[in-house]
């Protein structure tokens, strides 16, 4: 799932992309309110995280955007101004929920997942499915016949990544920014250091085999060619 964060403010908005790209959701970062809006009227959000106090136009300002383009992904405001006016002004322009800061982010993560559930997607496009696996991304749960695999964040938003393009070959370069929100160094091999970990407790000791290298190009995971 993938998430736009909308927050001037450097240390912020640093704490905040890096805590849920760990939780293991995608993050685009927009630094004012021109961007953010930008970012959100171009891009597929399933959240927007948004600031009131930016640069350029404000929060409320994005946020009407947003409902006036007919986008209605869930919308949680993060704001240093608590009072009463400031919350309800939020929700009556469309906002979800209202979070004050300081905040704590196990606080904002539960909230986050939370409008995600509410978010009117149906049962069926809170999993992934290929074959006999399938993810849960509401619960971050993973099983293949039944069994449940246990990934670290990083593993899970990669097996998401490729799930959500499963047939397609998947570049190292496209991989790197998607799921380490890096450029590829082609001196590291991290990108294949954790598809073979993946691998191992996705396909070994299962049938069929779902994640393959596509050499001098990529990953791809395509059920159809291995049964």
Same mark, same amino acid.
């Given at each position: 799932?993938?998430?736009?964060?909308?927050?001037?403010?450097?240390?912020?908005?640093?704490?905040?992309?890096?805590?849920?790209?760990? /939780?293991?959701?995608?993050?685009?970062? /927009?630094?004012?309110?021109?961007?953010?809006?930008?970012?959100?009227?171009?891009? /597929?959000?399933?959240?927007?995280?948004?600031?009131?106090? @930016? !640069?350029?136009?404000?929060?409320?300002?994005?946020?009407?955007?947003?409902?006036?383009?007919?986008?209605?992904? !869930?919308?949680?405001?993060?704001?240093?101004?608590?009072?009463?006016?400031?919350?309800?002004?939020?929700?009556? @322009?469309?906002?979800?929920?209202?979070?004050?800061? !300081?905040?704590? $982010?196990?606080?904002?993560?539960?909230?986050?997942?939370?409008?995600?559930?509410?978010?009117?997607?149906?049962?069926?496009?809170? $999993?992934?499915?290929?074959?006999?696996?399938?993810?849960?991304?509401?619960?971050?749960?993973?099983?293949?016949?039944?069994?449940?695999?246990?990934?670290? /964040?990083?593993?899970?938003?990669?097996?998401?990544?490729?799930?959500?393009?499963?047939?397609?070959?998947?570049?190292?370069?496209?991989?790197?920014?998607?799921?380490?929100?890096?450029?590829?160094?082609?001196?590291?091999?991290?990108?294949?250091?954790?598809?073979?970990?993946?691998?191992?407790?996705?396909?070994?000791?299962?049938? !069929?085999? @779902?994640?393959?290298?596509?050499?001098?190009?990529?990953?791809?995971?395509?059920?159809?060619?291995?049964?």
């Amino acid at each position: 799932m993938k998430i736009l964060v909308v927050e001037d403010e450097l240390k912020t908005g640093n704490f905040l992309k890096q805590g849920l790209l760990e /939780a293991g959701f995608g993050v685009d970062l /927009a630094r004012d309110g021109d961007d953010g809006l930008h970012y959100a009227l171009t891009d /597929a959000y399933d959240l927007v995280v948004l600031d009131v106090m @930016l !640069p350029g136009i404000d929060g409320w300002a994005v946020l009407q955007g947003i409902r006036k383009s007919g986008k209605d992904m !869930p919308v949680l405001f993060l704001s240093a101004r608590d009072q009463v006016d400031d919350r309800v002004r939020g929700l009556e @322009l469309g906002a979800d929920d209202y979070l004050v800061k !300081p905040f704590a $982010f196990s606080e904002l993560l539960a909230r986050v997942r939370t409008l995600l559930r509410r978010g009117g997607k149906t049962t069926e496009s809170e $999993f992934l499915r290929a074959a006999n696996l399938e993810l849960d991304l509401m619960r971050r749960r993973v099983s293949r016949s039944g069994k449940r695999i246990d990934l670290t /964040a990083k593993e899970f938003a990669l097996l998401e990544l490729l799930l959500r393009r499963q047939g397609e070959v998947l570049p190292r370069s496209l991989i790197a920014s998607q799921v380490w929100d890096m450029n590829f160094d082609s001196d590291t091999n991290v990108i294949e250091v954790a598809v073979r970990r993946l691998r191992a407790k996705m396909d070994d000791g299962f049938e !069929p085999k @779902l994640i393959r290298t596509v050499r001098g190009m990529g990953y791809v995971l395509e059920a159809s060619e291995c049964d």
